[in-house]
Nanobody, 131 residues
């Protein structure tokens, strides 16, 4: 069983920065899992934000949605079993509940961006960006 706990959400003004953390616990193989961040705005479906994917010899590779590219940075610290999402230049449209999710390494970016790739989900943390 893999447990994921997000933290770091809150209220921010447009243009500000926030950092989210996702602490993973469970079997050691989770360190080679793909870990993604999704967000869900009110009454909308989960939207892919970013992911780190274990790529064997290459180690972790990062993938971003178009909206996150250039503004957000995803990283993993296996010594702390924690995945981070650093968000800067926040916009009101970044508002939502942010979830981290864990699943097996994915063969492509398109698979990484699908919620169906992820078996384990955290409870989410709210991010609200005011204009």
């Amino acid at each position: 069983q893999v447990n994921l706990v997000e933290s770091g959400g809150g209220l921010a003004q447009s243009g500000a920065s926030l950092s989210l953390s996702c602490e993973a616990s469970g079997p050691s193989y989770v360190r080679s899992y793909a870990i993604a961040w999704f967000r869900q705005a009110q009454e909308k479906e989960h939207e892919f934000v970013a992911a780190v994917n274990w790529d064997g010899l290459l180690g972790d590779t990062s993938v971003y949605s178009d909206s996150a590219k250039g503004r957000f940075t995803v990283s993993r610290d296996n010594s702390k079993d924690t995945i981070f999402l650093q968000m800067r230049s926040l916009k009101p449209e970044d508002t939502g509940v942010y979830f981290c999710a864990a699943g097996p390494p994915a063969p492509s970016s398109s698979v990484l961006s699908r919620p169906s790739n992820y078996r384990y989900w955290g409870q989410g943390t709210q991010v609200t960006v005011s204009s």
